[in-house]
């Protein structure tokens, strides 16, 4: 059965760089019918696609994050990460990891999630 | 983008029930990328539904989803105390991914 699990920081500090990495378990991150995804959800809101990848390394991004966001695949480690910049308090969330069927883009496996609290 | 509007936001109803949800979206959605999503408090959202109206591994047929173009439904036949939760439905018809808002059903 495959699994997600998000790790990093649960504190950043304003303005600094926001990392998570999602660990996939149970499968391999370089199968050619998914997509690995990040998603967010601010507390007490509603969710927010952040972006995805491949495992050969296509990414998309969300355009209102493109400025401030990479997301980069390490097939070896079976792994991929998220990195985001110039946080605020905005940015403060449960972030999930996720995996999306290329053919109907549906998230059909998530992490539990972490969440990110950007506070000095 | 496309903005997906959910109705109600709020929807109060007794164990054995039917539910019945909407999502509207701002243009026309391709059917094949339509979903819905069950999130729980403290837990992950669920997939539920793909492509419209297909169920997703291990989801129970009291679950149902139509739908085209710009209105989408979730159906919930007989309301189990387990299905209070937020309901969310998502768009990958035209990127970027978008999510509705989410109604929320809770018990009457």
């Known amino acids: 059965q495959l699994q997600l699990q998000e790790s990093g920081p649960g504190l950043v500090k304003p303005s600094e760089t926001l990392s998570l990495t999602c660990t996939v378990s149970g499968g391999s991150i370089s199968s050619s019918s998914y997509y690995w995804d990040w998603i967010r959800q601010p507390p007490g809101k509603g969710l927010e696609w952040i972006g995805s990848t491949y495992y050969s390394g296509t990414t998309y991004y969300t355009p209102s994050l493109k400025r401030r966001v990479s997301i980069s695949v390490n097939t070896s480690k079976n792994q991929y990460s998220l990195k985001l910049n110039s946080v605020t308090a905005a940015d403060t969330a449960v972030y999930y990891c996720?995996?999306?069927?290329?053919?109907?883009?549906?998230?059909?496996?998530w992490g539990q999630g972490a969440m990110v609290t950007v506070s000095s | 983008e496309i903005v997906l509007t959910q109705s109600p936001g709020t929807v109060s109803l007794s164990p054995g029930e039917r539910a019945t949800l909407s999502c509207r979206a701002s243009q026309s959605v391709n059917s094949s990328y339509l979903g819905w999503y069950q999130q729980r408090p403290g837990q992950a959202p669920r997939l539920l539904i793909y492509g419209a109206s297909s169920r997703a591994t291990g989801i129970p047929d009291r679950f149902s989803g139509s739908g085209s173009g710009t209105d989408f439904t979730l159906t919930i036949s007989r309301l189990e105390p387990d299905d209070f939760a937020v309901y969310y439905c998502q768009q990958y018809g035209s990127s970027p991914n978008t999510f509705g808002q989410g109604t929320k059903l809770e018990i009457k």
């Open positions: 996720a995996r999306h069927f290329l053919q109907t883009y549906a998230f059909d496996i």
